[in-house]
């Protein structure tokens, strides 16, 4: 099995641009969570999907993130527009039971 | 709000040392859940405890959690120049769902 799998690895976008972040989660695995890391903040819960229905957004941190789960094998992170703020590595993760599996990551960088 | 938090935020040993991490939670839990983080990767699950359960280990690695004192520790044996990581607890508190990260202890272990 691949891992969990995330897309763009990088991505450095001008301020006002609309970001879009990707993710696959490992095969089986019902449930996917959207995390994002910073220095300041530690690692923050975005928002999590049970069989590709999203059951607990009070992550997000505000109406310019949203993320959707069309099906059990994707789910995107959108941000617009991006702020400088938004600088951060975002991290998708699945799990079944228990032990969450975490994909690389994308470290986003808003200039 | 944060639910585990990890102490030291710091800890630098020598190689061949024990290291040992603390983490302390406020609500009850289903299981606490241990995971490593290099520098710029993902995170990696290392154990899980559950709550009617005092201590397990695996391989180097020694986990105890006490819940009447809603605290765990992680204790790493023989440490190497490798296990130099940042390490985070995490806890469930029900059955299923997300999972309440801290801010994790940074490792460094010297040769």
């Known amino acids: 099995d691949a891992g969990v799998i995330q897309s763009p690895r990088h991505e450095v976008t001008e301020m006002g641009q609309e970001v879009t972040l990707r993710c696959k989660p490992i095969?089986?695995?019902?449930?996917l969570f959207w995390y994002r890391q910073t220095m300041m903040r530690g690692l923050e819960l975005l928002i999590y999907?049970?069989?590709?229905?999203?059951?607990?957004d009070s992550g997000m941190p505000e109406d310019r993130f949203s993320a959707k789960m069309p099906n059990a094998s994707f789910s995107t992170l959108k941000i617009q527009p991006s702020e400088p703020r938004d600088s951060a590595v975002y991290f998708c993760?699945?799990?079944?039971?228990?032990?969450?599996?975490f994909g690389p990551g994308t470290r986003l960088t808003v200039l | 709000s944060q639910q585990g938090e990890e102490d030291p935020q710091a800890l630098s040993i020598q190689e061949g040392e024990n290291a040992t991490m603390n983490c302390s939670y406020k609500?009850?839990?289903?299981?606490l859940q241990w995971y490593r983080q290099n520098s710029g990767r993902g995170l990696v699950h290392l154990i899980l405890?559950?709550?009617?359960?005092r201590e397990k280990h695996s391989g180097r690695l020694r986990v105890t959690l006490d819940t009447s004192k809603k605290s765990s520790s992680l204790l790493i044996t023989a440490s190497r120049a490798a296990d130099t990581a940042s390490y985070f607890c995490?806890?469930?508190?029900?059955?299923?769902?997300?999972?309440?990260f801290g801010k994790g202890t940074k490792l460094s272990v010297k040769p």
């Open positions: 405890i559950r709550s009617n359960e």
């Open positions: 993760a699945s799990s079944i039971v228990g032990e969450q599996f």
């Open positions: 999907f049970n069989n590709n229905v999203p059951i607990d």
């Open positions: 095969s089986g695995h019902d449930y």
């Open positions: 609500t009850s839990i289903n299981n």
């Open positions: 995490a806890t469930l508190p029900g059955s299923q769902g997300n999972l309440i």
